[in-house]
């Protein structure tokens, strides 16, 4: 299984950027999705989750109006579209995929697969 982030990068404040995740190794259909992001000295944080199907998406209250997820699960990628850029957004951001019912809690925990994180940084 391998989940590969990408389109990470340096923006201005106010900004925008969109992240891929794309899969393989597992039928992705199957699998409930989520964006994870990790803030030099913090824990990793939940940013947002989109079901199966990509009828059902979840946010953190901090990105809420801003980030849009999204899935086009004939091309196996999940999306993180991020507008509105704020330097608090600054981290590497991971993709996670899930099959447990608590995808949209926002624990990590119900995560049980990780890509390999792509750096979002930006600056004021």
């Known amino acids: 299984v391998q989940l590969q982030a990408s389109g990470g990068g340096l923006v201005q404040a106010g900004g925008s950027l969109r992240l891929s995740c794309t899969a393989s190794?597992?039928?992705?259909?199957?699998?409930?999705m989520g964006w994870f992001r990790q803030a030099p000295g913090k824990e990793r944080e939940f940013v947002a989750a989109?079901?199966?199907?990509?009828?059902?998406?979840h946010y953190a209250d901090s990105v809420k109006g801003r980030f849009a997820i999204s899935r086009d699960n004939a091309k196996n990628t999940m999306y993180l579209q991020m507008n509105s850029l704020r330097p608090e957004d600054t981290a590497v951001y991971y993709c996670?995929?899930?099959?447990?019912?608590?995808?949209?809690?926002?624990?990590?925990?119900?995560?049980?697969?990780w890509g390999q994180g792509t750096q979002v940084t930006v600056s004021s």
């Open positions: 996670a995929g899930s099959t447990n019912v608590a995808y949209g809690s926002g624990r990590s925990s119900a995560y049980g697969y």
């Open positions: 190794g597992l039928t992705f259909r199957n699998y409930h």
């Open positions: 989109v079901s199966r199907s990509g009828g059902n998406t």
